[in-house]
């Protein structure tokens, strides 16, 4: 349930303007507000599962969406019985929109699969278990090209100039002594993209680690402390510790942000979960509202790591950019 300073569950990822929106807690609309995004031009929405907690927000979300144009339609994914839910709320509402809006429910939850492809990445959904239908999401980019060697370039004599750009840019150079140079004589090999998984609402599943395995951000639920872990496996949700397991079996996790609370815990006792759930992955944090956090690319970040606390100095940057 929403708390005075503890909303619900909602992501919200931007990658070069593009916005996707993960789950719909009631009052998140609110929050995009305070965040100053150009949240109406949401491109995609993906929802895990239809509990009240992650989609609640939805209708307001959509006839928000109306006061801005847009040709483009609104895609959501989820789960069976997102169409229901949207139609529903449309009928009964009386919902004026002006853009289409394209549902895609993801027919065979239970096997991982690609559900949305766009250029340079790719959202892939797999099976939580739950007490209802859920589903959770990785978001992955494409490989980038590798980095261009000037030093090559200069020893295969390719002039200084636009031919570099031309051949940065992934294309063939003719040159004038003839040769044809191709992009892979002069760059390095090709790059990791980037990768962000989301996980809630489920139990431990076998699975769900190699999903997630090589997320450059994972968001995960940790409802539960262990003092609740009974109760955790009977409303089938993770603890803290379970989520920190999780991400070291994972492997090659960089960072772990935690969601989903459960609001028997004070904010100060939340810092009980982290420390459970640091126990097995140290990179972990706890998750606040409208928190901002940058996801560089792996062989461009300085530092190794970011604390939960660093993340969080990026609250409000969304506002400059
Ligand atoms: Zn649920
Ligand atoms: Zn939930």
């Known amino acids: 349930m929403p708390l005075p300073n503890r909303n619900l569950t909602s992501m919200l990822l931007r990658r070069e303007g593009e916005l996707f929106l993960f789950d719909c807690g009631e009052a998140t609309q609110v929050s995009l507000r305070q965040l100053n995004l150009k949240w109406k031009k949401i491109s995609t929405i993906f929802i895990s599962h239809t509990h009240a907690d992650h989609v609640t927000g939805l209708p307001g979300i959509l006839m928000l969406s109306s006061q801005v144009e847009r040709n483009d339609p609104l895609v959501i994914i989820g789960p069976p019985k997102i169409r229901e839910y949207i139609e529903t709320n449309r009928r009964v509402l009386d919902m004026h929109i ?14 991982p699969q690609e559900v949305y492809r766009g250029e340079g990445y790719r959202i892939r959904s797999f099976p939580m278990r739950h007490s209802k239908i859920c589903v959770g999401y990785s978001f992955e980019e494409d490989e980038r090209p590798g980095v261009f060697l000037p030093g090559k370039a200069e020893d295969i004599r390719v002039p200084k100039g636009f031919l ?38 489920t139990t431990w599943r076998n699975s769900i680690p190699s999903e997630v395995s090589g ?24 603890t803290a510790r379970q989520a920190g397991k999780l991400a070291a079996q994972a492997g090659n996790i960089r960072r772990m942000g935690l969601i989903h609370y459960s609001p028997r815990y004070t904010d100060y006792e939340l810092k009980v979960l982290q420390k459970e759930c640091r126990d097995f992955f140290p990179n972990a944090f706890l ?19 970011a604390s939960g606390e660093e993340a969080g100095k990026g609250r409000g940057e969304a506002d400059k950019s």
């Open 98 to 111: 002006n853009y289409p809006i394209e549902v895609r429910e993801i027919a065979q939850p239970h096997t």
């Open 164 to 201: 570099w750009g031309k051949l940065q840019r992934g294309e063939n150079v003719e040159l004038e002594d003839g040769r044809t140079i191709s992009p892979e004589q002069v760059m390095g090999p090709p790059r990791e993209g980037r990768k962000v998984s989301y996980v809630t609402d």
């Open 215 to 238: 997320s450059d951000l994972l968001i995960c639920e940790a409802m539960f402390g262990e003092d609740l872990a009974n109760t955790a496996f009977e409303k089938r949700h993770l």
């Open 287 to 305: 998750c606040r509202d409208r928190m901002v956090i940058q996801i560089p690319y792996s062989d461009e970040e300085k530092t190794g790591s």
